[in-house]
């Protein structure tokens, strides 16, 4: 018996199924990329120019699946591999891979521990990020079409790939405006924000940033419209009115 599974199994893992391996990053890329960025990477009608954006800006788009776009040109939330709209790992490995050589001078992925100082997270989230993305993290508009979105699905290498490269409207940070260290504490205070439940207020006060800040503005500009409609001629009595109005139409009868 032991003598049959020894010749057996030679012929059945021969003809056992395997299954593939994961496509390398250049027939990724043609497959999956090149329809919007072009076969050079120089970008088309429907996609950018990918040549000097540098690895971090890679890693962003493809690690929170908003690459590839399912439309092109149009922002998308953070998205993930369960849903079938993120790449595999493997696969966005691959591509970095492939896409080093043609993205280099950009940002480089950058380097981020966790467990740094939350108190200093804190005052540089309030300084550079709040004003977008919410007190609590939950995000928000920011004007016309665009937005900011929520960083509860945020990791913190997300985070730091998007300080480094500033995608949609975000701003770019630099090391030269965040060191390794702020960068460090920003992203350990953003992580804990995901433990954290914020209470919000109804419209239009739910977040903070400008569209809050210009709704009151324009409450403000309404109320004093009607301030001065209602109240502008309160210092001329209506029987004086028109008396005035009596005697202007009596002048304009004489000849």
Same mark, same amino acid.
């Given at each position: 018996?032991?003598?049959?599974?020894?010749?057996?199994?030679? @012929?059945?893992?021969?003809?056992?199924?395997?299954?593939?391996?994961?496509?390398?990053? %250049?027939?990724?890329?043609?497959? +999956?990329?090149?329809?919007?960025?072009?076969?050079?990477?120089?970008?088309?009608?429907?996609?950018?120019?990918?040549?000097?954006?540098? @690895?971090?800006?890679?890693?962003?788009?493809?690690?929170?699946?908003?690459?590839?776009? %399912?439309?092109?040109?149009? !922002?998308?939330?953070?998205?993930?591999?369960?849903? =079938?709209?993120?790449? $595999?790992?493997? #696969?966005?490995?691959?591509? !970095? +891979?492939?896409?080093?050589?043609?993205?280099?001078? =950009?940002?480089?992925? $950058?380097?981020?521990?966790?467990?740094?100082?939350?108190?200093?997270?804190?005052?540089?989230?309030?300084?550079?990020?709040? /004003?977008?993305?919410?007190?609590?993290?939950?995000?928000?508009?920011?004007? &016309?079409?665009?937005?900011?979105? &929520? @960083?509860? /699905?945020?990791?913190?290498?997300?985070?730091?790939? %998007?300080?480094?490269?500033?995608?949609?409207?975000?701003?770019?940070?630099? !090391?030269? /405006?965040?060191?390794?260290?702020?960068?460090?504490?920003?992203?350990?205070?953003?992580?804990?924000? /995901?433990?954290?439940?914020?209470?919000?207020?109804?419209?239009?006060?739910?977040?903070?940033? $400008?569209?809050?800040?210009?709704?009151? =503005?324009?409450? &403000?500009?309404?109320?004093?419209?009607?301030?001065?409609?209602?109240?502008?001629?309160? #210092?001329?009595?209506?029987?004086?009115?028109?008396?005035?109005?009596?005697? #202007? !139409? =009596?002048?304009?009868?004489?000849?």
């Amino acid at each position: 018996m032991n003598g049959a599974l020894i010749v057996a199994l030679p @012929l059945l893992l021969a003809f056992a199924p395997v299954a593939p391996a994961p496509p390398g990053g %250049a027939v990724r890329y043609a497959t +999956t990329c090149a329809s919007c960025h072009g076969a050079d990477g120089f970008g088309s009608t429907d996609g950018p120019s990918l040549h000097g954006v540098g @690895l971090a800006a890679v890693d962003f788009y493809l690690g929170t699946g908003r690459m590839p776009a %399912a439309v092109p040109w149009v !922002e998308a939330g953070h998205r993930h591999e369960s849903t =079938g709209q993120q790449l $595999p790992l493997a #696969d966005i490995r691959a591509l !970095e +891979t492939f896409l080093a050589p043609m993205v280099a001078g =950009g940002p480089a992925i $950058p380097m981020v521990v966790a467990g740094g100082d939350l108190t200093h997270g804190r005052a540089l989230y309030a300084l550079h990020c709040e /004003q977008c993305h919410a007190v609590g993290g939950t995000g928000g508009g920011i004007g &016309a079409s665009d937005w900011a979105p &929520a @960083l509860d /699905q945020a990791t913190i290498n997300d985070v730091a790939d %998007a300080i480094r490269v500033g995608p949609y409207e975000m701003p770019r940070f630099g !090391e030269h /405006q965040l060191s390794q260290s702020d960068l460090d504490d920003v992203a350990t205070y953003v992580m804990n924000l /995901q433990t954290v439940k914020y209470t919000t207020s109804p419209p239009p006060f739910a977040t903070s940033g $400008p569209i809050p800040e210009g709704a009151l =503005g324009y409450v &403000a500009i309404l109320l004093l419209v009607m301030f001065v409609f209602v109240f502008w001629r309160r #210092d001329t009595p209506p029987a004086k009115r028109e008396e005035a109005v009596r005697r #202007d !139409e =009596g002048e304009g009868r004489k000849p």
